[in-house]
Nanobody, 123 residues
Framework: QVQLVESGGGLVQAGGPRRLSCAVS???????LGWFRQAPGKGREFVAA????????DYVDSVKGRFTISRDNAKSTVYLQMNSLKPEDTAVYYC?????????????????WGQGTQVTVSS
């Protein structure tokens, strides 16, 4: 059974860093993985994605240069390093497994999701 468990959320001041982790179990190492977020009153938004080896990544324009997705297959963990956080980054962040081994922005192509972790950025 595939399980994804996010951690690392919390309250952070604007301009500060935060690293999210997603522990993955029951997953083959060739799966693509992604991060999405959902702010209050808004739909789920793609944030970042990576191939199974981390060799190819993709980011939504609003986080390029500030966020970095990476994965450690030996630890079965994917990370989202977030720097220079802004109040508009406040959201519940979810990691998810892509059915395809490619970076992918379509939520419908992700079939397993974690429960989410709240990130709140104060101004």
């Amino acid at each position: 059974q595939v399980q994804l468990v996010e951690s690392g959320g919390g309250l952070v001041q604007a301009g500060g860093p935060r690293r999210l982790s997603c522990a993955v179990s029951g997953l083959i190492s060739t799966s693509g993985l992604g991060w999405f977020r959902q702010a209050p009153g808004k739909g789920r938004e793609f944030v970042a994605a990576t191939t199974w080896d981390g060799g190819t990544t993709d980011y939504v324009d609003s986080v390029k240069g500030r966020f970095t997705i990476s994965r450690d297959n030996a630890k079965s963990t994917v990370y989202l390093q977030m720097n220079s956080l802004k109040p508009e980054d406040t959201a519940v962040y979810y990691c998810a497994r892509n059915k395809y081994p490619i970076p992918d922005r379509l939520a419908g192509d992700y079939d397993y999701w974690g429960q989410g972790t709240q990130v709140t950025v104060s101004s």
